[in-house]
């Protein structure tokens, strides 16, 4: 099998990491990934903050929590069924949060694309990532403006998406069962 298909269909989330923070040179790796994803026109829209400061993570976990609580969707307040173990992170040593510009009006599937991107990359260099969906709700309070602030997020891009990275502490090999009959094909 092509290696790069393989490294796609090896890919799992990872919601258990090791404490201790990846290699800058694989972190460099994985950034590249995303800035080389397509986007219109090759507009690159795209700005990435990373996270490796345990209390700004933990900071931003507490008040995801409080968000959940406060009346969330009911798929959301599954989440929160673990209690106080729960860390919307699951404790990566790393986030990285992916912006795009506003401007742009389809920066955000080009910021998903590098998100992609990163992800695969993060797979081919045995890293651990999980694409944290959960951070739309912060993202789309009205608390995102001090938090556009303080992750130094530029003016006029609005953060997407989230990345949890770290050295895995679980193997997932069980492959889940793909849908059938999903392609039509025209000729």
Same mark, same amino acid.
């Given at each position: 099998?092509? =290696?790069?298909?393989?490294?796609?269909?090896?890919?799992?989330?990872?919601?258990?990491?090791?404490?201790?923070?990846?290699? =800058?040179?694989?972190?460099?790796?994985?950034?590249?990934?995303?800035?080389?994803?397509?986007?219109?026109?090759?507009?690159?829209p795209?700005?990435f903050?990373?996270?490796?400061?345990? =209390?700004?993570?933990?900071?931003?976990?507490?008040e995801?929590?409080?968000?959940?609580?406060?009346? %969330?969707?009911?798929?959301?307040?599954?989440?929160?069924?673990?209690?106080?173990?729960?860390?919307?992170?699951?404790?990566?040593?790393?986030?990285?949060?992916?912006?795009?510009?506003?401007?742009?009006?389809?920066?955000q599937?080009? %910021?998903?694309?590098?998100?992609?991107?990163?992800?695969?990359?993060?797979?081919?260099?045995?890293?651990?990532? %999980?694409?944290?969906?959960?951070?739309?709700?912060?993202?789309?309070?009205?608390?995102?403006?001090?938090?556009?602030?303080?992750?130094?997020?530029?003016?006029?891009?609005?953060?997407?998406?989230?990345?949890?990275?770290?050295?895995?502490?679980?193997?997932?090999?069980?492959?889940?069962?793909?849908?059938?009959?999903?392609?039509?094909?025209?000729?």
């Amino acid at each position: 099998m092509n =290696q790069t298909i393989g490294i796609i269909k090896s890919r799992r989330s990872i919601r258990s990491f090791y404490d201790r923070q990846i290699k =800058q040179e694989e972190l460099n790796s994985i950034i590249e990934a995303g800035m080389y994803a397509p986007s219109l026109q090759n507009q690159q829209p795209w700005h990435f903050t990373v996270i490796q400061n345990k =209390q700004m993570i933990d900071m931003l976990n507490e008040e995801l929590m409080d968000l959940a609580k406060s009346g %969330c969707s009911e798929s959301l307040k599954g989440y929160l069924k673990n209690g106080e173990n729960f860390h919307v992170f699951y404790n990566a040593p790393t986030i990285i949060i992916v912006s795009g510009d506003e401007k742009i009006a389809v920066s955000q599937i080009d %910021c998903a694309a590098a998100t992609e991107n990163m992800l695969i990359a993060a797979e081919s260099l045995g890293i651990g990532s %999980c694409w944290i969906g959960f951070i739309a709700l912060l993202f789309n309070s009205d608390k995102i403006e001090k938090y556009k602030e303080l992750l130094c997020i530029p003016k006029g891009f609005k953060p997407y998406h989230a990345i949890a990275l770290g050295y895995r502490n679980e193997s997932i090999v069980e492959v889940p069962v793909r849908k059938e009959n999903i392609i039509s094909y025209i000729k």
